[in-house]
Every structure is written in C-alpha cells, then in structure tokens.
C-alpha cells in the first residue's frame, strides 16, 4: 500500500509542488473577496433564522456624504497621477536619452526611495512643512512671507505627499518603456523633417504608450485606496476611500456595510480607469503588449 | 525646443531628485540634532541614537518585521519557485489572472477582504495572518520575476542533463537553481522589502498584538514627532542603499515594481 501511495505521489509529484502557490492565491486572494461580494449581499436576521439576499447595505450608501468621499478620492488620484507623469515623462526622457556616464548611480539613486519605508519619507515631510520647517523658514528668512504658512493637516500637504509617495511608481514603468524603444526611429523623424515637438508627439510618446499605461494603473488604483496619507496629513478632517474602508472594518466593525462600500468602491474605481483609458488610450491592448 | 532639452530637462530632473531626496536628507540630518524640534539644527549629537538602542517596543517591532519579511522571502521564493518550473499551462494562465487582479484591486481592498475571511473563520490576528497575507503580495511579485528568468534558461541544459543520468532532483539542484540564481536572489530581495514596507496589509491583518515596523511609525507619527524615529529612519536607508546595491549589482531583467 505504502508502496503503491508513494509510486502513485511520485508520479503527481510536479502537481504536489506547484500547487502550493496556486492555493495560497485563490485561498487568500480568490475566496476573500468573493467573500466580501457574498457578505455585501446576504443579511443574517437570527442566528436561527435562514439567511437572505438583501440589497440593504448597498442603498445605505446611497446618500451624499459617501458620494462626496468617493469623489473625493477620484480627484485625489487623477491628481496624483497627472502630476507625477508630467513630472515623470521628462524626467525618465532625460535620463534615458542624455545621461551616458554613471547610468547605474542614477538608477540607483532612482530605486532608493522607493525602497525605503514610505511611512519614514513621510514624517520627514513635516520636518519640511511645519510651521516652523524648512521651508517657511526658508521663505521667512528671504523675507517672501512675514507669518508661517500653515502646510500640514490640509488637502495641500495629502495631494504633495501622493505625488511624492507614487512617483517612483509612474517613473519606472515609463523609463523602462524609453529605454525599450528604439532611438533610431527619433532620429529618422528628425532627419525626415519632424520638428522635435512633432517627433515627441508622434513618435515617442505614441511607442512608450505602454510605460504610460502601467504608471498611470500603477498611480490610480493604488491612490484611490490610499488610507495612511490622508489620515497622516489630512488632519482627520476629510475621509477618502480607503479611511472608509478601514473605518468600516476596523472601527464600526460593520463588515456587511464595509463589504457593500468596499465592492462599490471597487466598481467605480474599475469603471473609472476604463473611461481613463477609453478616453486617453483608445486601443485598450494593455493586457497583450505587456505580456 | 533646443533650449528645452538644454536647459529645462536637466532641471527639471535636477528638481525631481531633489524633490525625492528632500525628506530623506532632512531625515537623516535630524537624526543627529540635539534638539527635538523641527524648526532648525541646533547641535550635533548622538542622543537619540542612544535612545533608540535602549528602547524595547521599537526592537520588538524591528524583530516582527524581520519575521515577517524572512518568512514571506521563504514562502513566496520556494512556491513561487516550484510553481513556476512545474505548474500546467492552464493553471499558469488561471494564476496570471488572479495576479492582474491583485494590480487592478486596491491593496485596502485585498486587506479588507482578507480581514474579513480571517474573522469569518475566527482566525486570530498575529504574525501568522500577516504572513499569509504578505507572501499573498510576495507571490505577485516573484512569479513574474522567476518566470522571466526561467523563459530565459537554456532547455537543451536541462536536457542534457537529464540525458546524462542526473535524476530530476539533482538537475534541479546543480542546474536549474544555479542558473536562476541572480533572478532569485533579486525576487527575494525585492520580497524582503515589499514586506518590510507593506503598512495597508499590515494594519488591517496584525491585530492588536503584532506590531510591526511600519505600524509602530505609523502610531508613532500620530501621536507627535519624536527623533528616536529619525534615527530608525537613517539606519534602515543605510540598510536598504545597501540591498539596493545588491539589486543593481545582480544585472538581472526585472521590473522594479
């Protein structure tokens, strides 16, 4: 029996190894968000009582303040998003393009913040925005304000700190996709007549299109969910998406509300991003080119 | 245009440095400041390092996140691994679904989620909660990552050994594993500080136990400024600039996010 056990396991013994990984996606990924869809739809009346479906949790959002979050949080991220790819794109352009010697320093210098605890880059942000930080006495000593500006705990010092914490995220996919893309062809626009603004527009920007696309889900999805950002440098005074959420199952423990909030948060966010990419990327081929 | 690249794409990029490294410089300067203010250096001083090195909540919490991390390095590596160089073609395609899924979903939403299947089935939070749900995020990583490198591998190697009586075993061990060296070490890496870093997972997943890290900055923070976190932060850029050397050092083709 033992022998025929172990013949039998030798021969499934690929499938034996393989699978552990597959299971821990669908058991930790898979089954708990099919969970929460389930959670967000049935009621338990009794504890002896059959449960039902029930759409309850879902038009218990439909009131303004919610609406007015979730808004709030879309602004939010397309902010946060617009912002680091214009600051990304020339930033990545020059890099590949220009910068010969020390290639490895750069990137080096590139990968470190995103590397480092970005819980840690943001408290130095108020060693720069407080009242009595850098910059205001900077800006004092030159004389350019006579009081403090107040920098933390508004919608100010929360957009900055997006910007500053998913950067890195916008610059790498885009400087990979420049560095991918073929010089040669910038250079046959160039000799064919293109003005460099033609050649930007209709050259490189059109074939690093895919490097935009990745930053910009890269931005997006992970801003609209931001909750540590906000209620870091947003003095508790405004909610977002993700305050929501934590608020819902960490605080209220109300999982069936949290459940219903986290899934229509979810379908906005989705129905969102495809009307970003319906609108800027018409070809919606981000799954095939990046495979 | 011509003066564009010539003057404003240097500066720009000048600016974008500057604007990435502006809190991380002022962190480290503080670190060394004798006051506990921000407004200006005062003097230089080692006090709050001091502070740091007796202090016993901040160790715990550097000892948990290192847990952590070793523990998601191992898990996702040796799955991700196995998975990788023996998975059918159509789990394979089911798996990279689920991966894209793990992009497209916020990661507050996979915490939410997998917070509620935790106290559905009564788990308690600690550790063991936060590892599954890091080397949940490690395996998106790693996958991708180790399937590159075995896409890259030679075949006819692996045949030959074979061919030339190695079982599968040892082929594994004196062929495959040291051809993907450089792209495993790279993966684990990029595990460790993906780990190291996570708070959202964290937060929702560690219960009232297990503090990490992350959270223990995160509290920290909310409750008021404090250089001894000045000190932490310039010790773990020291760490991670040298993890960071390694990666760049490895010359692997991987994508760094």
């Not at chain 1, 405004?238 to 959420?245: A, K, N």
């Not at chain 2, 898990?75 to 395609?93: A, D, E, I, N, Q």
Request: aromatic letters at 16%; a neutral charge.
């Amino acid at each position: 029996m033992l022998e025929r056990l172990k013949v039998a396991f030798g021969k499934e013994l690929d499938f034996f190894l393989s699978v552990p990984a597959a299971i821990w996606q669908i058991l930790f990924f898979g089954v708990p968000i099919l969970l929460i869809v389930a959670l967000s739809f049935i009621q338990f009346d009794g504890p002896f009582q059959f449960p039902r479906l029930t759409l309850v949790y879902y038009l218990s959002l439909l009131e303004w303040p919610i609406a007015k979050i979730i808004l709030r949080s879309i602004f939010l991220a397309a902010i946060a998003s617009i912002c680091s790819f214009l600051i990304a794109y020339p930033f990545s352009y020059f890099l590949v393009m220009k910068i010969k010697r020390f290639k490895v320093a750069f990137l080096f210098l590139l990968i470190l913040p995103f590397w480092t605890n970005f819980l840690l880059q943001v408290y130095g942000w108020y060693y720069i925005l407080d009242d009595g930080g850098l910059v205001n006495q900077t800006f004092l000593y030159l004389g350019l304000i006579s009081s403090p500006l107040h920098m933390l705990n508004n919608f100010f010092a929360v957009n900055l700190l997006m910007i500053y914490c998913y950067l890195p995220f916008m610059i790498l996919p885009i400087y990979s996709s420049l560095e991918k893309l073929d010089k040669s062809l910038i250079e046959a626009s160039l000799d064919l007549g293109a003005t460099p603004l033609q050649t930007l527009f209709n050259v490189t920007i059109p074939l690093t299109k895919v490097g935009i696309k990745i930053g910009t889900v890269l931005v997006l999805v992970p801003a609209f969910g931001e909750f540590a950002i906000p209620s870091l440098m947003g003095g508790g005074k405004d909610m977002y998406v993700g305050s929501l959420v934590s608020h819902f199952f960490l605080t209220a423990r109300n999982s069936s509300r949290g459940a219903a909030f986290t899934c229509l948060s979810v379908l906005i966010l989705f129905a969102f991003v495809g009307l970003v990419f319906y609108t800027f990327f018409p070809k919606n081929d981000l799954m095939e080119e990046e495979e | 245009m011509k003066l564009f690249s010539a003057i404003w794409l240097p500066l720009i990029t000048l600016l974008t440095y500057l604007f990435l490294y502006l809190p991380i410089l002022v962190l480290i300067l503080f670190s060394f400041n004798e006051a506990d203010l921000t407004s200006g250096f005062s003097a230089f001083s080692l006090k709050w390092y001091s502070e740091l090195f007796s202090s016993t909540e901040i160790w715990i919490a550097i000892q948990n996140s290192l847990i952590v991390a070793g523990f998601t390095v191992f898990l996702s590596l040796t799955m991700g691994t196995f998975f990788v160089l023996y998975s059918s073609k159509p789990m394979m395609k089911w798996i990279n679904i689920l991966n894209y899924g793990e992009i497209v979903i916020s990661d507050v939403v996979i915490a939410g989620a997998l917070l509620s299947l935790f106290a559905f089935f009564t788990v308690p939070l600690g550790l063991v909660t936060l590892i599954a749900g890091h080397t949940l995020i490690g395996l998106g990583y790693a996958i991708p990552i180790i399937k590159t490198s075995f896409d890259e591998i030679d075949k006819r190697l692996i045949e030959a050994s074979m061919d030339l009586g190695a079982t599968k075993g040892q082929t594994f061990r004196k062929v495959v594993i040291p051809l993907m060296t450089p792209a495993l070490v790279a993966s684990g890496l990029l595990v460790f500080i993906i780990s190291l870093d996570d708070f959202t997972i964290s937060f929702f997943c560690a219960g009232t136990s297990a503090q990490t890290l992350s959270l223990y900055v995160f509290t920290t923070i909310k409750s008021g400024l404090s250089p001894v976190i000045n000190a932490v932060s310039t010790l773990m850029i020291a760490f991670s600039s040298l993890l960071v050397l390694i990666f760049c050092s490895l010359q692997t083709k991987t994508r760094f996010f």
